[in-house]
């Protein structure tokens, strides 16, 4: 059944997303991914679950601002938290979630950033995924390279050759406003 969905959903031009088992999934990083198509549904689930646990967490809700990224089941922690016991009880939550296999801890202990970092932030994940367009190596294909940005540090994920990891990050290294790249891919041989 979800194949002839995803496969219907290919011929509809114009469509932006496919909606499978209650969650959208991009055609385009259906078609790009280097993922499975389950694997990518499982990163949204994870996603989601793993929001909706630290919000209803009366420790870590209300005393931090974090955001959740996973890919290929490895969850990326991103933000700000009041101390290093909402960090750690964030990290703990989003550790014993089924299906994650990593969580990388990138919590800041400090006040959260301001809204104005906030839309720069916003403003540097759309240059640096410009920026990827530049990357000029067979095969490679930007929309493979996720782009989360945190207080002005960028962070990459994907599943990359390390040609195309190291290339990737010395485009957005050059990125004006770009603090620091930290690179958090999955390496698979070269395709070549």
Request: glycine share 6%.
């Amino acid at each position: 059944m979800l194949p002839a969905v995803l496969g219907g959903a290919l011929l509809l031009s114009g469509c932006a997303a496919v909606l499978v088992g209650g969650a959208a999934v991009g055609t385009a990083a259906v078609i790009h991914d280097r993922r499975d198509y389950t694997d990518i549904l499982k990163d949204q689930e994870i996603e989601i679950r793993a929001a909706r646990a630290l919000r209803r967490d009366s420790l870590v809700d209300g005393n931090s601002r974090i955001s959740v990224t996973s890919y290929n089941r490895k969850v990326l922690l991103t933000g700000q938290a009041q101390d290093r016991k909402v960090a750690a009880r964030a990290t703990e939550l989003v550790r014993e979630m089924p299906k994650v296999e990593l969580v990388i801890d990138e919590i800041v202990i400090g006040p959260n950033i301001s809204m104005s970092q906030e839309s720069q932030d916003t403003w540097l994940t759309s240059q640096s995924k410009l920026a990827l367009a530049k990357v000029k190596i067979p095969g490679f294909d930007p929309t493979r390279v996720k782009v989360v940005t945190e207080d002005s540090v960028v962070f990459l994920m994907g599943l990359v050759s390390p040609e195309e990891g190291d290339a990737a990050a010395e485009q957005i290294r050059y990125v004006p406003g770009v603090a620091r790249v930290v690179k958090l891919f999955e390496y698979r041989a070269s395709e070549s």
